[in-house]
Structure formats: structure tokens, C-alpha cells
């Protein structure tokens, strides 16, 4: 028995990591953070040149419509594309985003007002709501749950990467007339002056997109096994470009049991699979002149209805992204701030509480400080995130960074008061401490959402209506962080928005106290798991049936 058990483990260890898929997925990815982030550097000199702004303060308020037009938009159609995910499949609303994307660079790269400005952007929330597909495609590739800490990394990775590359394209590449007089002056680019970076992010996306179409494989389990022909087409390039008469499937599961299905279907007999003594049948066409579709399945599970789908600690998990979204989005308003405002005397503060000031640093130098704040995230992500997250599980990990949360934001702003060569090192702390937090608090919810979900079928209406629990926080929490920082600092007080969000920061321990990290589902598990704990239990149950699998067959035997 315990030999059985011994072959059972090594089969589990043994279910290959997705690393090509996720590679697919990484490609599709990056496209997004690229084109959302390259608007940044020029922003606000596109506000400035639609001349309806009178001060600096008006351009502020302009383009914080501008970056939350995305925001809101996204929050109002994600729970629709999770949906949508769930009836037609994760790949297709996957494409649908990045074609979204894609038609809102162009959009805005033609933008000259405010109102094209802000349906561009609206128009790109409203297409794209890849945020909570992207999270149930990874939890659908990644069957093992071993392997969760590793691939839930990488999304976050990506996104780090892209928001570099697209920073620097939005900078380097806007107002190209201007930047590069003897190339560009008398083009469209000189009538236009943002679209030149529109087009080259526009053109990525493109390359996404086809990348996606070409190579990106269905992990909707209901959709997973009909033809795709974007992919048969991705295996012809292939096949071609490496001039062999036979190609080798791009899949993450060879030798795996949904590959074997894939077989039996297509070049053998369907069998099925009997559990004691009867067989499960799942198919409504099931007859004896046609025997039922071969399934590793417990039998038929339906899909959950809504109402059961969001279980308590799924609706704790988004309360938990929705907090969480919007103190985060507000520290990325904030440090800016205080690394912009103008340095004053430490002896005119009366402490604790009453004092203003800040670093008085160039854009330049706050723009140095924010790309080393992208390569310590990116570290954080791929080393410190997959560490911890083994070492502590998912929930522990999760407490950790809320109980911590609420300390960085009570001291970030007495950093002002540090003599000047202290502070430097005093915001590589906070910076650490920030990217830190961040790489191990979302990636530990979307794990526990994944294991929480009653059911892949509704996974991706869990995970778009968590997305939309976020879009809208992000929405709300810089208005409403930079009016209170505003606030306060007019009145000598320039930690109060600090700690506003600290107080949001600890209001997340009443959810976390409630969460509990759940194992996944018997039917949400990935058919390898699903087999191997079958095994397991007719072992343990020392019955007289027992299933031999191999690559090629699956044979009932007693």
C-alpha cells in the first residue's frame, strides 16, 4: 500500500510546470501594461495643450479624469467579460481585450480634447477585462498546487517589465516634431504630437494578438478539447519554419491525461471509466452504439448558480481586493507628492502631528527613484513572493503583509523631517518595504480566490467581479486620498493622507481575520490531481478495482 501511495506521489510530482503556456500568456500580457502606462510621461502636457485648463491645479484635476475614465469603465464591464468567459471561453474575451486595447491607443493617439481623451480611455476599460480572465487562465494552466506560488509570480513580473518599456516609449516618443525636428516636423506626428507612441504601443498590442491567436491554448474545460484553428495554423508556422515533416504539439501537458484523452477521441474507441460497479455517463447522447465521451471526472458537475458560487470567503477575498486596491493606488499618488513638494525647515514642525514639507526632487530624479522602484518589484515578484508564499501558504502571507501595511503608511511622512543625506536611504526603505508588500499581498488573494471558487465553471465570474471590486476602488482612492493630502497639507499637515490610508489599510484586518485558506475543490482540480486522489482513495478503501493509466490507454482492470 504504501509503494501504491509512493507512485501516486510521484505522479503528482511529476505534472510538468506550464511553462510554455505561461510564456504564450507573459507575451499577451505585457501588451497591456505597455500601452496603459506609456500615457504617464505625457499626460499632462497633453491635458496642458487642449487649452481648457487655466492653472496647474485644473491640469491635476483633468488628468486624473483621464486616468480614471479607465478605471471606471473597466469596473463596470468586468463582471460582464467574467462572465462571458465563463459561456464562450477564456481565449476569445482574452483576444476581445487586446483588440480593445489596441482601438483605445489608436483612439487617444488622435485626441485633441478632452472629450476624445476620455472616451478613448473609457473605450479601452469598457473591451478589456483581461485583469480577472487572465487570473482564471493561470489558476486553470496551473493544476498542481505546488506550483501556485511560481506561476502566480510571473503575471505580476510582466507587468512590472511592461510598465517600464512603456514608461520609456511614452517618453522617448512623445512629441516626436518637437524631440527629432528633422525627421518628423511637417508629418502627421507634428499635427498629432501623441500618436507617434500610440502607434508603436498599437503595433504591440497587434503583435500580442497574434501571438495569442497563433499559440494561445483554451483552458475553459468545457471549450479546451473543440478546434481551434489559430492554433492548427500556429502549428503549421512552426512545422514549417523548422522543416520537419512532423510537429510536436506546443502543449504543457505531454504525457498528461488530457492529452491522452485528446488521443482516445481522435484515433480510438471512447471508453469510460466505471467506478466500482457502474459507469459514469455525462453525455446526454450517450448510447450503447455510441459510448459516452472518455472523462476522469467524479461524474457531471454542473455548473454552480451564481448565488452558490459566491461562498463567504470568495465575497471576504474581494472585500479583501477592493480594500487593498485602493490604500495601494493612493501610495502611488502619494510618494510622487512628497518626493515633488518644496522642502522646508524641520524646526517649523510641531510635533508629532503638525508639519509639511518634502524632498523638492526634479522630475528627473523622481523618475530615476520610480524605475529602481519597478526593478526592486520585479525581484520582489520572482524571488522574495514565491519563497515566502511556500514557506507560509497563501493566508499567512496575506496576514502578514495587512498587518504591516498600516506601520509603513503611519511613518512614510516623516521622512520629510530627516536631515538630507538620510533621505535617500529613508525612501529606498519605504520603496522595499512598498514593492515588497505589493508582490506578496495581491498574488496570495488571487490564489485564494482560485482555491476558494466552488467551481472552475464560475471562476471567471468570481475573478471579473474581484477585478471590478478593484477598478473601482482605484478609481475612488486617488480623489479621494488627494483631496484629503490636499486638505491636510493646506493646514500644516501633510502626513493626513497617510493616515487616512493607514486607517483604510487596517480596516482590511476584519476580512483577514475571517479568511480561511481552502484546498481546491474536488472539481476544480486539474484532471492529474483529480485521477491521483481517485487512486488514492480506492487504495485506501482497499477495493477490488483499480485504474492503470499510461500514456496511450486508460484500462479498467480488477
Known amino acids: 500500500m504504501a509503494h501504491d501511495r509512493g507512485a501516486f506521489a510521484l505522479l503528482r510530482d511529476k505534472t510538468p510546470f506550464p511553462t510554455k503556456q505561461l510564456t504564450i500568456l507573459a507575451l499577451c500580457r505585457i501588451c497591456e501594461p505597455i500601452a496603459f502606462m506609456s500615457i504617464f510621461p505625457y499626460a499632462y502636457k497633453m491635458v496642458e495643450s487642449f487649452g481648457i485648463a487655466h492653472s496647474e491645479a485644473q491640469i491635476s484635476v483633468y488628468m486624473g479624469m483621464v486616468t480614471s475614465a479607465f478605471a471606471f469603465a473597466e469596473c463596470a464591464s468586468g463582471v460582464f467579460w467574467g462572465r462571458l468567459s465563463d459561456r464562450i471561453g477564456r481565449k476569445r474575451v482574452l483576444l476581445g481585450g487586446l483588440f480593445g486595447t489596441g482601438l483605445s491607443m489608436l483612439l487617444f493617439g488622435f485626441a485633441t480634447n478632452l472629450p476624445t481623451a476620455l472616451i478613448a480611455r473609457a473605450l479601452g476599460g469598457l473591451l478589456n477585462g483581461n485583469i480577472g480572465v487572465l487570473q482564471t487562465t493561470v489558476a486553470e494552466l496551473v493544476t498542481v498546487e505546488e506550483h501556485q506560488p511560481r506561476a502566480y509570480s510571473i503575471m505580476p513580473f510582466v507587468w512590472c517589465l511592461g510598465t517600464i518599456i512603456g514608461s520609456t516609449l511614452g517618453g522617448v516618443l512623445a512629441d516626436p516634431a518637437t524631440s527629432f525636428p528633422s525627421v518628423f516636423q511637417g508629418t502627421i506626428f507634428d499635427s498629432f504630437p501623441y500618436l507617434l507612441s500610440n502607434l508603436v504601443c498599437t503595433a504591440v498590442v497587434v503583435f500580442g494578438l497574434i501571438t495569442g491567436i497563433l499559440f494561445l491554448e483554451e483552458t475553459h474545460e468545457d471549450k479546451k478539447l473543440e478546434r481551434d484553428r489559430g492554433i492548427e ?17 506546443l502543449t504543457d501537458k505531454d504525457g498528461s491525461l488530457d492529452e ?10 471512447r471508453v469510460y471509466r466505471s467506478i466500482y460497479s457502474s459507469p459514469t455517463l455525462c453525455s446526454s447522447r450517450t448510447s450503447i452504439a455510441e459510448p459516452p465521451d472518455f472523462s476522469l471526472e467524479k461524474g457531471c458537475q454542473p455548473k454552480p448558480k451564481v448565488r452558490e458560487a459566491f461562498t463567504k470567503q470568495v465575497l471576504l477575498n474581494i472585500v479583501g481586493y477592493g480594500i487593498l486596491a485602493f490604500h495601494t493606488i493612493s501610495l502611488e499618488q502619494l510618494i510622487p507628492t512628497l518626493m515633488s513638494r518644496p522642502d522646508e525647515p524641520a524646526d517649523s514642525a510641531q510635533l508629532p502631528f503638525k508639519f509639511t514639507g518634502g524632498f523638492k526632487w526634479s522630475p528627473k530624479d523622481i523618475g530615476t527613484i520610480l524605475a529602481v522602484q519597478g526593478v526592486l518589484q520585479m525581484c520582489a515578484q520572482l524571488i522574495v513572493f514565491p519563497w515566502i508564499s511556500k514557506k507560509l501558504g497563501s493566508l499567512r502571507t496575506f496576514w502578514l503583509t495587512i498587518a504591516l ?12 523631517l530627516l536631515p538630507k543625506q538620510y533621505r535617500i536611504p529613508g525612501i529606498m ?17 488571487a490564489m485564494m480566490l482560485a482555491n476558494a471558487a466552488p467551481s472552475k465553471k464560475v471562476l471567471g465570474t468570481l475573478n471579473g467581479t474581484a477585478a471590478s471590486s478593484a477598478s473601482i476602488c482605484r478609481g475612488f482612492g486617488p480623489t479621494v486620498s488627494g483631496s484629503v493630502d490636499a486638505f491636510g497639507y493646506a493646514h500644516g499637515f501633510s502626513g493626513l493622507g497617510w493616515w487616512t490610508c493607514a486607517a483604510i489599510a487596517a480596516s482590511a484586518w476584519i476580512p483577514g481575520f475571517f479568511m480561511k485558506e481552502e484546498r481546491r475543490r474536488p472539481g476544480f482540480r486539474g484532471v492529474e490531481d483529480e485521477e491521483v486522489g481517485l487512486i488514492e482513495a480506492l487504495a485506501d478503501s482497499d477495493a477490488d478495482s483499480v485504474i492503470t493509466l499510461t500514456t496511450n490507454e486508460a484500462v479498467l482492470s480488477k
Do not use: C, E
Not at 491522452?260 to 474507441?269: A, E, F, I, Q, W
Not at 501595511?405 to 520629510?416: D, H, N, T
Not at 514593492?435 to 506578496?440: E, F, H, M, N
Open 405 to 416: 501595511y498600516p506601520f509603513m503608511y503611519l511613518g512614510a511622512p516623516y521622512l520629510v
Open 233 to 249: 495554423i500556429g502549428r503549421w508556422i512552426l512545422n514549417k519554419v523548422r522543416r520537419h515533416p512532423s510537429y510536436a504539439p
Open 429 to 445: 526603505v519605504l520603496l522595499i518595504w512598498k514593492v515588497t508588500a505589493q508582490s506578496l499581498s495581491y498574488p496570495s488573494l
Open 260 to 269: 491522452m484523452r485528446s488521443m482516445l477521441d481522435n484515433h480510438g474507441p
